[in-house]
T-cell receptor, first 115, second 111 residues
């Protein structure tokens, strides 16, 4: 299994441009998450999904959109990039089992710079 | 409100023990986690503890939980240079999909 993969690894955007951060997992996990990590800060949840066709907002959803058409893929869309969206973005997935500890598996991250 | 706090930096000598501390605020949290992040990589789960436990040991790792003070610690015995990384604690309340992460502690191991 490849686990959780993310593309691209690094991207520079101009203000106002749009892009999609890709995330794919091959573990058949129901739950998927997008986080952003700013320097000196913990991870902040942007959006999450509990299954195909179901998404919901996290703590910091403004400026982002997501979709979940398949179990494997959970792309994150930035429509009008702003400097405040400069960050490292992590995708994660998990498969909670009744009575067992849920473990999140993280992708390697996408570093985004908006100038 | 919900918050998880950690000190930002810790420096230890190779072979010494490291203790990384974390405080949390949600008393209903059932699961508490420690993650390790190496440079340029995603977070990797190291260990976890249930809130009804006081201690958990896993090879060189010892997790201590003080529920009264809402204090969690991670002790790494015989710290090696390969342990240099950022360590995050996180809490999750059962029935939610929300993890609250700390700011991370950067551990530097000196040879």
């Amino acid at each position: 299994n490849a686990g959780v993969t993310q593309t691209p690894k690094f991207r520079i955007l101009k203000i106002g441009q749009s892009m999609t951060l890709q995330c794919t997992q091959d573990m058949n996990h129901n739950y998927m998450y997008w986080y952003r990590q700013d320097p000196g800060m913990g991870l902040k949840l942007i959006y999450y999904s509990v299954g195909a066709g179901i998404t919901d907002k996290g703590e910091v959803p403004n400026g982002y959109n997501v979709s979940r058409s398949t179990t494997e893929d959970f792309p994150l869309r930035l429509e009008l990039a702003a400097p405040s969206q400069t960050s490292v973005y992590f995708c994660a997935s998990s498969y909670p089992l009744q009575g067992r500890v849920e473990t999140q598996y993280f992708g390697p991250g996408t570093r985004l710079l908006v100038l | 409100g919900e918050d998880v706090e950690q000190s930002l930096f810790l420096s230890v000598r190779e072979g010494d023990s490291s203790v990384i501390n974390c405080t949390y605020t949600d008393s209903s949290s059932t699961y508490l986690y420690w993650y390790k992040q190496e440079p340029g990589a995603g977070l990797q789960l190291l260990t976890y503890i249930f809130s009804n436990m006081d201690m958990k040991q896993d090879q060189r790792l010892t997790v201590l939980l003080n529920k009264k003070d809402k204090h969690l610690s991670l002790r790494i015995a015989d710290t090696q240079t390969g342990d240099s990384a950022i360590y995050f604690c996180a809490e999750r309340t059962p029935g939610t999909y929300k993890y609250i992460f700390g700011t991370g502690t950067r551990l530097k191991v000196l040879a």
